[in-house]
Structures are given as structure tokens and as C-alpha cells.
Nanobody, 126 residues
Framework: VQLQASGGGSAQAGGSLRLSCVVS????????VAWFRQAPGKERTFVAH????????YVADSVKGRFTMSRDNAKNTMYLQMNSLKSEDTAVYFC????????????????????WGQGTQVTVSS
């Protein structure tokens, strides 16, 4: 299983970026997926989750109203649209997919996800 994240980079505060993550090696349409992030010197934290059909999404309070998660099952790809970026959004962003035995764990906990991408850096300057 491979998750390949891309789309990170630098942006000004108030700007936008769109992250993508291509998933291979599993039946993508059968798995819920998520984004997490890790800021410098901090633990990795939940950002957003979307169910396998794309019907239900959940986002962290810190990004609500600014970030939107979506997926395209035909392309085996998940997305994170990030608008109104703030300096505190600076972090490495990781995409993740459900584990086969942990898919009932809370969607905002790392333990739920068995498969992880390598991360993509997002830097927001004020």
C-alpha cells in the first residue's frame, strides 16, 4: 500500500493551497481516509476525515470553515483544499487510510489509520 501526498509548498497568510494524495495497493473506494498534520516541535494532530463514499466529512475545530476534504474514488485520490491560511497552519501534512481492523476507532485518532503517506510540507508566512 502506498499513499503519495503532494501539493505542499509556501503561501502567504490568507492564501490557499490544495493537497492531493494518491492511494494505491488497496481498494480505495472501500476505505475512509484522513489528513493529519505535525507542526514543528509538536505532536501529530487530526485535520480532516471523509468516509468511504464521500458523504460525511469531519474537520478539526481549528480549520473549520477554512479547510475542505474531498475524494475522487475513480482516481484513487483524496484532497485537502486549504483556504484563508494562517501561520499556525504551518506543518507537515500526512494522508492516511483506515486499518482493516481499526476502522471503528474514533476518526480523529491516529490508531484508526494503518496506512500513512510520507508527508508534504506546508509553510505559511505572515
Amino acid at each position: 500500500v502506498q499513499l503519495q501526498a503532494s501539493g505542499g509548498g509556501s503561501a502567504q497568510a490568507g492564501g490557499s493551497l490544495r493537497l492531493s494524495c494518491v492511494v494505491s495497493g488497496l481498494v480505495f473506494e472501500s476505505y475512509a481516509v484522513a489528513w493529519f498534520r505535525q507542526a514543528p516541535g509538536k505532536e501529530r494532530t487530526f485535520v480532516a476525515h471523509i468516509d468511504w463514499r464521500g458523504y460525511n466529512t469531519y474537520v478539526a475545530d481549528s480549520v473549520k470553515g477554512r479547510f475542505t476534504m474531498s475524494r475522487d474514488n475513480a482516481k484513487n485520490t483524496m484532497y485537502l483544499q486549504m483556504n484563508s491560511l494562517k501561520s499556525e497552519d504551518t506543518a507537515v501534512y500526512f494522508c492516511a487510510a483506515d486499518g482493516d481492523l481499526t476502522g471503528s476507532d474514533p476518526y480523529d485518532e491516529e490508531s484508526r489509520y494503518a496506512y500513512w503517506g510520507q508527508g508534504t510540507q506546508v509553510t505559511v508566512s505572515s
